[in-house]
């Protein structure tokens, strides 16, 4: 029996070549059959990957501001409500508490969530830059939980307390008055009614559809959702004035001029940016998410129809 030659070997295992006729049997023969994986296995294959990409790795520079702190900022507030205690006279007017006590309230919330919170899909800047915004976002829902379970009355008696300015309604314009666009009996300014329609809201359009065809990044569902908005101002003309519009400030100016602008403004910027656009359409295949846009849906009509009444109306 001869033996292998090491050297031919080592310039298969190198070439990728089988060096004799038996070798390329056993290389070319099917491969053994491995066991399957079982579902728990790959569950925890699955949540280790998981793990692992969420990682923040420090190369070593920035070590102190991937850290969460807490026992800094443990004692940091431990010190300033000590001070409030026993060392700060306390104010004897009665809304003056209440306000710095429901602020100091949110604030040490906002401490804990920064700190705790557990980390979202973004990390730029920081990832603590998002938990911050997460508990904003948390404190804000909780305000408008508030908000719901009062009267029209109490809910605007307590705006007041937060600022004496707010709790009040808002004067409202009627859009849909004169809805000639040519007005041949206006003989010093015929284009009168457009003119009157040009405010602050049509700069507001454009950069609001703008940056949010950033963040969508498809034409397709921009424009369904700019036109849904406008069937949405229809069915509240009832409860807020300034919604009745003329059928050209809806469809032309709104739909087409502004938010049109916007979303095509919107969609350069992307390309010139070389951003990758995204296809939402895909998302109807998905039976789950039929389902959640619905309720998605019901939730915005709610906000949109509960808390104008509650605050302005």
Same mark, same amino acid.
């Given at each position: 029996?001869?033996?292998?030659? $090491?050297?031919?070997?080592?310039?298969?295992?190198?070439?990728?070549? $089988? /060096?004799?006729?038996?070798?390329?049997?056993?290389? *070319? /023969?099917?491969?053994? $059959?491995?066991?399957?994986?079982?579902? &728990?296995?790959? /569950?925890? %294959? *699955?949540? /280790?990957?998981?793990?692992? %990409?969420?990682?923040? #790795?420090?190369?070593?520079?920035?070590?102190?501001?991937?850290?969460?702190?807490?026992?800094?900022?443990? #004692?940091?507030?431990?010190?300033?409500?000590? =001070?409030?205690?026993?060392? %700060?006279?306390? $104010?004897?007017?009665?809304?003056?508490?209440?306000?710095?006590?429901?602020?100091?309230?949110?604030?040490?919330?906002?401490? #804990?969530?920064? @700190?705790?919170?557990?980390?979202?899909?973004? @990390?730029?800047?920081?990832?603590?830059?998002?938990?911050?915004?997460?508990?904003? !976002?948390?404190?804000?829902?909780?305000?408008?939980?508030?908000?719901?379970?009062?009267?029209?009355?109490?809910?605007?008696?307590?705006?007041?307390?937060?600022?004496?300015?707010?709790?009040?309604?808002?004067? %409202?314009?009627? +859009?849909?008055?004169?809805?000639?666009?040519?007005?041949?009996?206006?003989? @010093?300014?015929?284009?009168? *009614?457009?003119?009157? &329609?040009?405010?602050?809201?049509?700069?507001?359009?454009?950069?609001?559809?703008?940056?949010?065809?950033?963040?969508?990044?498809?034409?397709?569902?921009?424009?369904?959702? !700019?036109?849904?908005?406008?069937?949405?101002? =229809? !069915?509240?003309?009832?409860?807020?004035? *300034? #919604? !009745?519009?003329?059928?050209?400030?809806?469809?032309?100016?709104?739909?087409?001029?502004?938010?049109?602008?916007?979303? +095509?403004?919107?969609?350069?910027?992307?390309?010139?940016?070389?951003?990758?656009?995204?296809?939402?359409?895909?998302?109807?295949?998905?039976?789950? =998410? &039929? +389902?959640?846009? =619905?309720?998605?849906?019901?939730?915005?009509?709610?906000?949109?129809?509960?808390?104008?009444?509650?605050?302005?109306?």
């Amino acid at each position: 029996m001869t033996k292998p030659d $090491p050297k031919r070997s080592s310039m298969a295992l190198i070439t990728g070549r $089988p /060096s004799n006729a038996a070798e390329e049997q056993v290389i *070319n /023969s099917p491969a053994t $059959p491995t066991k399957p994986k079982s579902a &728990k296995q790959v /569950s925890r %294959e *699955n949540l /280790s990957r998981r793990n692992t %990409e969420t990682e923040v #790795f420090d190369d070593g520079t920035n070590t102190f501001f991937w850290r969460a702190h807490t026992v800094t900022v443990l #004692f940091i507030l431990t010190c300033v409500l000590v =001070y409030v205690t026993l060392l %700060e006279e306390t $104010p004897q007017d009665t809304t003056y508490n209440t306000k710095r006590g429901i602020v100091a309230s949110i604030l040490v919330f906002l401490c #804990f969530g920064v @700190t705790q919170a557990k980390d979202g899909p973004f @990390t730029r800047p920081h990832p603590a830059y998002w938990r911050f915004w997460l508990c904003v !976002s948390v404190v804000y829902e909780l305000f408008l939980i508030f908000v719901l379970f009062q009267t029209v009355h109490d809910g605007r008696q307590f705006m007041k307390s937060i600022d004496p300015k707010l709790g009040v309604p808002l004067p %409202e314009r009627d +859009y849909g008055g004169n809805c000639l666009i040519y007005d041949p009996g206006n003989t @010093t300014d015929p284009w009168h *009614n457009i003119w009157d &329609k040009m405010d602050g809201f049509v700069p507001a359009h454009f950069l609001g559809w703008y940056i949010k065809t950033l963040v969508i990044r498809d034409w397709w569902m921009c424009m369904i959702i !700019s036109v849904m908005f406008e069937f949405l101002e =229809y !069915s509240l003309e009832h409860q807020l004035p *300034n #919604f !009745s519009e003329c059928w050209w400030d809806h469809w032309i100016m709104d739909v087409l001029v502004c938010n049109g602008l916007g979303i +095509y403004a919107g969609m350069k910027t992307l390309g010139w940016l070389s951003m990758k656009p995204y296809q939402w359409q895909g998302l109807w295949n998905i039976p789950t =998410y &039929k +389902y959640d846009t =619905y309720l998605l849906a019901l939730c915005f009509m709610f906000v949109h129809k509960v808390v104008p009444d509650v605050l302005f109306t």
